[in-house]
């Protein structure tokens, strides 16, 4: 629509005569996004975007839909004969267009605060049981060739996550053929590394180009776990290849660039694919090009557009062969000279916090001082005026999300440290999330279930006519789940029970949820466990062979707490020493890995 009708003169001026044009960054305010797809949903029950929403001034809106051609075509209107319409309706039938406008808005009400209109649970909450019917449901959806469901595919590293614990078979082949099918097909960037948005057809052949870096985070993470679960496997590369990619390509100035546009001068993918022909010449080799044309299944003709996306071969390693170092240095620098896609710069701040979290759980001390420095960073170029922002040029308040993700980070940055530093900037950071985006009554360990969740936005914000929740997970977890984790995971640091009763109080307002339809929110599914039976795992002092291995493991629902800072649980305990506790009360301290291992297992925490 932006090539086809936004920049038609006529059209543009039809547009100006009659109606006030917003263009909205859905990347800098997902609130706004969030609440008119929310509408769009409900007039044409369908969403994406393009999103075209026609709003009263008050913000109401009165008609929406995604996609229109510039002019009737296939049974659709066109975009100006919608246009001169709606103007029309103004003019003569405002009335009509004003009730349309109160209608939707008062089903809009009940859909942005679907969390409010859920009942309670009526049983306690069972999160084995819960676990155990998110795997069932995750496996039954598979897909053979990886994933869940069919074409286009997104990436859905939460879902990956949820199945990581259980070792049945079934459930390994699951994960193992997700994971790779990624991170060895075309969806994945085998040049220059990093993961693109989602793949358009079963096969993750050919992916949609466009590379955003809140993926790179959330599946950095992932294989970063997964490869805790499976030490054999290639997936600590692929993290690491992944984080790499981000630090060279999206670095700038105040953190990292949010996105890779999907086109290069107008053709989509044209910086990513190769012939035979271009190999053979850059290369000169015969034996070599042959080796590197089959390494990466390159084909005359290729299967896109007439060419191939790199993609591993069976049996090749992820990691380049020393032997093809060279050849491939010489491939990146021919494409280095081709058109570049553009880079969307703005630095997003939940996007950067996903980045930093990653980088602290690689259990690589160069990359974990990275994630510290971006945290560090981030406090300087998002907070200002007691306020912080989404994006570095301050101009959008900070959602729900942007707060909760670094929050989660923060802790992360207390597990690779045991500095009371991160704890303290957590504290602080808790107490403006609640302030700035709670509804109701705050609840406390003496009155634990009051309030009403997580707004998105801000109370600083007005220029919505209704303030969204979000409780579902979709390519990105809710803000719903992530603040319900990092809340729990920082109220068992500290041994807080207010903090944990906010925590609590996410987890039972979408109890019904979480008890019933657990896969519309495993993010909150893994959340629950921390608030509900989370593991405190304390080892005070200086790092150790204990917290190495620690450190070194799944970590599954549970903290740990090192150093000699303030934190509750560390007062009394014995260096070289590891505790496993839970709500506070510990079992008897060890001193073996063997031991620490046991315990850790009788508690859920492996």
């Not at 570095?392 to 980070?409: C, G, I, K, M, P």
């Not at 729990?488 to 109080?505: E, H, T």
Request: charged share 25%; aromatic share 8%.
């Amino acid at each position: 629509m932006a090539h086809e009708s936004f920049e038609d003169e006529a059209i543009a001026q039809q547009i100006n005569e009659s109606f006030i044009p917003i263009k909205v960054d859905r990347e800098e305010r997902p609130d706004v996004d969030a609440f008119y797809m929310a509408a769009t949903q409900l007039v044409s029950g369908h969403g994406g975007w393009p999103m075209s929403v026609f709003l009263l001034p008050d913000g109401k809106p009165f008609l929406a839909g995604t996609y229109y051609p510039p002019t009737d075509r296939n049974g659709q209107v066109g975009f100006p004969r919608l246009l001169s319409a709606l103007s029309d309706a103004w003019a003569s039938q405002r009335a009509v267009v004003e009730e349309q406008a109160n209608k939707l808005s008062e089903a809009l009400e009940r859909e942005i605060a679907f969390v409010d209109h859920l009942k309670v649970h009526d049983a306690v909450v069972d999160l084995k049981v819960v676990r155990q019917k998110l795997r069932d449901e995750l496996v039954k959806n598979s897909d053979p060739l990886g994933g869940f469901g069919g074409a286009p595919k997104f990436p859905r590293p939460s879902y990956v996550e949820a199945l990581l614990e259980f070792k049945d078979e079934e459930t390994r082949d699951v994960v193992a053929t997700t994971l790779n099918a990624m991170s060895r097909e075309g969806m994945y960037d085998h040049l220059r590394g990093g993961f693109a948005r989602y793949s358009v057809d079963a096969e993750w052949h050919v992916p949609h180009f466009e590379k955003m870096l809140c993926d790179q985070g959330l599946l950095a993470r992932a294989y970063f776990q997964a490869a805790k679960h499976d030490s054999t496997s290639e997936w600590r590369d692929v993290a690491l290849d992944t984080i790499n990619f981000v630090l060279s390509d999206l670095r700038i100035e105040k953190g990292f660039a949010s996105s890779l546009d999907a086109d290069a001068g107008g053709e989509e993918g044209s910086h990513v694919t190769w012939t035979p022909n271009e190999v053979a010449s850059t290369l000169g080799d015969a034996t070599i090009t042959k080796r590197i044309i089959d390494r990466f299944r390159i084909s005359d003709p290729g299967l896109f557009e007439g060419k191939s996306i790199p993609r591993l071969a069976s049996g090749e390693p992820f990691v380049e062969p020393a032997e093809l170092v060279k050849s491939i240095d010489l491939l990146r620098h021919v494409r280095s000279a081709r058109v570049q896609p553009g880079r969307d710069e703005k630095v997003i701040l939940e996007w950067n916090a996903m980045f930093a979290s990653a980088c602290l759980r690689s259990d690589d001390e160069t990359l974990i001082a990275e994630g510290v420095a971006l945290l560090n960073s981030l406090r300087t170029s998002h907070f200002s005026n007691q306020t912080w922002w989404r994006t570095e040029n301050l101009q959008a308040h900070a959602t729900a999300s942007d707060l909760a993700w670094l929050l989660d980070a923060y802790i992360d940055a207390f597990e690779c440290t045991g500095d009371d530093t991160w704890t303290t900037l957590a504290s602080e950071l808790a107490t403006y999330l609640v302030a700035r985006h709670w509804d109701g009554e705050v609840p406390s360990a003496k009155t634990p279930n009051v309030g009403q969740g997580f707004f998105t936005q801000s109370n600083h914000v007005q220029d919505l006519p209704s303030r969204p929740k979000e409780i579902f997970d979709g390519a990105t977890p809710s803000s719903h789940a992530v603040a319900c984790r990092a809340l729990a995971r920082l109220a068992l640091c500290l041994g807080d029970n207010n903090l944990l009763s906010i925590s609590q109080q996410l987890v039972q307002l979408a109890s019904s949820l979480v008890a019933t339809h657990p896969g519309s929110v495993p993010d909150l599914v893994n959340a629950a466990g921390y608030a509900l039976s989370g593991v405190e795992i304390v080892i005070p002092g200086a790092p150790n062979e204990l917290s190495k291995h620690v450190r070194s493991l799944p970590m599954v629902r549970s903290v740990l707490i090192t150093g000699n800072g303030s934190s509750p649980l560390l007062g009394g305990r014995s260096e070289a020493m590891a505790y496993v506790c839970r709500a506070g009360v510990c079992q008897l301290p060890v001193s073996t890995i063997d031991e620490l291992d046991k315990q850790l297992l009788e508690a859920g925490a492996l």
